[in-house]
């Protein structure tokens, strides 16, 4: 198996889902309706102001002079564009009442440059000199700042947007961005979002200047302890963050009531508000925070509240929070006021202003439709599920689910196949195992809190969609907890209220009567006035083009090719296959079956061992009956072919050299002679000889009783017949490259079957119906009737991941399915392993940790795969057939307990290691062995029938 990127991806031909660049993206086909209910994570672009942005893209399309232009130029066009930029943010400003607004890419970097500004920067208001320098340098700002605009931007005529207003560069150690004092202090609360904690600890292993302090929430509701807050406060405090509204709970917190204990006990301290889940569902009044004299900022993100992604907004409380931002987080042009170097996202801001005018405006409305979906959900449910219910104001936008039975992620993948988005926490988080710490700080035990499930609302949810979820979580509680129980020490419940393929060979027809209908043209049997029948197609001549260089073992291949064609077409037609002359020819036994040539033919294309196919016609060894087929086949090649472009061909002759000689008899180049003049004068003006390449190649095969006749060379798939060279277990994981390095091993002759890896009840049975029908269509090329070991292994990764590094996870994972895999062989005889790993697509894919997991099979090691990129691998999928199938959305187990950091040069000692630390560890592997269920599928399986085998 290989590697490969998934989420919800499509579906990858892996056991490893470290994220890599996608190729083709090519492999996630979404719900034809899908519910979508992940809302805190992204909300959809609001329909209202789709016509807006199609404006603007279509007057940039047809007028080039509305596109031209940086919106930092001082011409006209450069202008047009700050316009759009200036007016955007007065939207903002006024639904906000905000000082001044500066444009960045979203949340996260508005977070990173706010930390960035209060806390590395803010020796402006906190030198070295302690609480007496930050006054005084706050009373001389005060006393010298200039009168500006409130965005911080003079007019464009007086001052280009590409310079700074005022730059001033850091001159002694106080003025350094990174000056802090060993006393500063930064209070964060402990549900915050890791682009607040993360950079927050980067700043500290950069400084060592500052101590992190704490604040403490109640478990049971999740409010701020405001004495334990209090007496965190101190006069060196620097900064206090706190998240307006929890992106997990809901919960609405108390930011005004902060900000007046700061102005109480730190007057100098600035206070960051991560506000991306409150704008549209609450009303920002950041002039509050102005009068209360606490220097604040607050974070907004523009695909929360259903703008574009990639914009998202700072906001400033005041003159003197603007100011106090000495060093932007990204450096250059000086952008927004010099806070944010680089061309603005005039797109991206355009389709933010439009969003929050609609959003603001119709805050009422939606709080009221959140609380009814709440109210709906919540009495549908029941007791089957718990609701978390806060006693704080909550927005009624986010509800966390505790499911019974069953790990949340469980839920989750049983909810994507019917086509439902949910999520199990913040999707910033959801590359990675780590519980959210928001979790466990409201007292959630460490195992219920694996049992969250996240939904969030939006404006555009309807009653309908929150009923189709609670019908299927309905269905599943019932199915993984019957009885309902849960952790009830810290929660409060709720009361109760494919792809067909077109054969190449088409339709034959009678010369004289044009073409017809598969049946009619192939039995037709109308008669010349000289009593000749019209030729029918009951052969086809088979080449081998790679067998024909074997020595004296030919005798080997030929007879598991002629084994494999007649396993291939006996459910088409009774046949006879038999060797002449180094050509496999199928005769059909009855002529009446001539009309199943061409599915014949499309049936030989997927035999391995095949180098080309022709049908042929049968006729009587003498010249008339030759001529009479020849002319015959060139009369429908002019009828296939446009009558605007001369036809080259050519005729190649062979006469068997056992053949007896009669006196009619000619020598092959006299046939070649005469039967080329005789094509070409039926029609001059059309055909034209062309010995090398010819469009056309009419051939007779002269043998002793009978001649075959044929003009169409169809090519086949080349390579070794299938089984020849013994049977192969492939890792199956349902992506794209498993099943291609399966069909691969097959072209080289090995006859292959399967082992499969199902974590249930993480993954649901919508893997399982996936591998069936891949092992279904590889069928088609395979030999022998295969087997599929379906291994369960929710039990090993369990223990990988509870008992061993988190970085090594991945290639203890391939390590395990090696040593279940070493028993199957052993049972089925099978001569080695195939993966669909190639070299360097993903971390457990490298030279070193190939080298790691290599060690742990018994038998050779195959990767047909390892030079070969993504593109070719698809493109292969979809020439086999099994593409479609591999980018279905159906979660496995490669898609659990992932690393947030795989290795990529792991250590073989380390890998031993691990394992000699997991508990029964080889007791585990047995039992995945034991219980292994047996699947045998081929081409015709009824996949509904499939018959279920323990092993």
Partial sequence: MTDSDHQHSPAVDNYDTTPQQETSNSAASPPSAPIYLDNAASAPLHPKIVPHLQSYLLSSSNDTSSSLGNPSSLHFYGKQQNGILRSQKEILKRHTKAYQIAWVSGGSEANAMALLGHVGINSKYHGLDGVTQSQTNMENESNNKQKVDNDSDAPLAEVSRGESLSSPQPQTLSDSPFSLSPKKRIIVSPMEHDSISKPLRYTYHLTHGFQIDTMKVDPKTGQIDWDHFRSLLRPETVLVCQMWVSNLFGT???????????????????????????????????????????????????????ALKGIGALLFSSYETSQSFRLPLIVGGGQEGNKRAGTENVMGALSFGLAVEEAQLNIQPNQAHYKALHDHLTKRLNNSLVIVHLDLPNTYAVVPLILPGAPAEVYFNHLMEHGICTSTGSACQAKGNALPKAYLERGIEHNVCRRVLRVSFSSLTTVQEVDRLCDVLLELTDKFAPSGKVNRNYIRIVPKERKGKKSIVEPFSDAATGPSNTQSSLTETSHSSDELQTPTYTSVVVRYGELGLKGKNIKLFTYQLAKNIRAALKPIARILVHEQNRRIYVDLRNDEDSHK??????????????????????????????????????????????????????????????????????????????????????????????????????????????????????????????????????????????????????????????????????????????????????ARYNAGRPKMFLIHFTKIQEAIRDQAPEPYRNILYRRAMNYVANYVTNKISAHCLTTGESLGQVASQTVKNITCIQVSARKPVFRPLIGMDKTEIIDLAKRIGTCDISAEDAPDCCTLFQPAKPITHGALEVCDQAEKGIENYLDLIHEAYKTAQILEIDEDTDLESIKVMEG
């Fill in 252 to 306: 609405i917190f108390d930011v005004e009531k902060m900000a007046r204990i700061i102005k109480e006990r730190a007057p100098y301290a600035a206070l960051h508000i991560d506000g991306v889940q409150a704008l549209g569902k609450l009303h920002i009044d950041m002039s509050v925070f102005q009068r209360l004299g606490v220097r604040t900022t607050v974070t907004v993100s523009g695909h929360k509240v259903h």
């Fill in 597 to 778: 040539i061409p599915q014949i033919i499309d049936r030989l294309q997927d035999v391995f061992g095949i180098s080309s196919i022709s049908p042929v016609v049968k006729v009587k060894r003498n010249l008339s009956t030759i001529e009479h087929a020849v002319t015959w086949m060139a009369k429908q090649e002019l009828e296939e072919r446009s009558s605007s472009k001369r036809i080259t061909f050519g005729v190649k002759v062979s006469v068997q050299k056992t053949a007896e000689r009669t006196k009619e008899d000619l020598s092959s180049q006299q046939y070649q002679a005469h039967l080329g003049s005789m094509v070409n004068n039926l029609a001059p003006q059309r055909w034209k000889v062309h010995l090398k390449r010819p469009d056309v190649q009419f051939g007779v095969e002269i043998r002793t009783d009978q001649v075959y006749v044929y003009s169409k060379l169809i090519p086949g798939l080349g390579g070794l017949p299938a089984g020849v060279h013994g049977k192969a277990l492939c890792l199956l994981s349902g992506g794209f490259d498993s099943s291609v390095a399966a069909w691969m091993m097959m072209k080289r002759g090995c006859s292959v079957h399967y082992i499969s890896f199902w974590s249930h009840p993480y993954v649901g049975e919508k893997l399982v119906h996936k591998l069936k029908r891949l092992m279904k269509t590889l």
